[in-house]
């Protein structure tokens, strides 16, 4: 039966093992050591430089920390802010106010659609891209948004706080589900 021994000394390593850790070579390969010292501080410097500097780690960071503490998807409590202003344009009681909403909600999902990657020049072709999967009521998002294409084109329409409320449901509920 072979021992470890015997296969160091047949292998050499035993003497290289103590050919390495002489004196005589320990003090021949310091100035080898001290540089890689300096390099490997130098380099662990650079990185933790370009870290604290770059805004990617730190909004990595504060997106999982938010995620974590939060106990919601990253950007949800955003979506949510924004949806209340948006809403609250509906309290008024002023029909400017129900057309500027419904402008900023059909606005807003528009904005949510291209930050999540969807395709599209035009609106109907970001809610297209989005397809049925993602959006059940594409139908009435459409309508939504040609109710949002008289309010802008058209001077003289008019509508009411009922139909407002139902309009801005329709687009709450698509922000809602791509936001997710």
């Not at 993602?134 to 008289?150: M, P």
């Amino acid at each position: 039966m072979v021992t470890w021994e015997q296969v160091y000394n047949f292998l050499g390593i035993k003497d290289f093992i103590y050919f390495i850790s002489s004196p005589t070579i320990q003090e021949m390969l310091f100035p080898i050591k001290l540089i890689f010292i300096l390099f490997t501080l130098f380099f662990l410097g650079a990185v933790i430089y370009f870290m604290i500097v770059s805004t990617w780690m730190k909004h990595h960071f504060l997106e999982d920390a938010s995620e974590f503490f939060s106990w919601q998807a990253y950007g949800l409590k955003q979506i949510a802010d924004r949806w209340k202003k948006i809403k609250k344009r509906l309290d008024s009681g002023v029909e400017s106010e129900y057309k500027l909403a419904i402008i900023e909600g059909d606005d807003f999902l528009s904005e949510v659609l291209d930050e999540r990657g969807f395709e599209g020049k035009s609106f109907e072709d970001l809610i297209s891209s989005a397809g049925v999967g993602l959006l059940a009521n594409t139908d009435e998002i459409f309508q939504a948004h040609k109710v949002r294409n008289s309010i802008v084109y058209e001077p003289d329409f008019s509508i009411n706080q009922e139909e407002a409320k139902r309009i801005l449901s329709i687009f709450e509920t698509a922000v809602k589900s791509v936001g997710l």
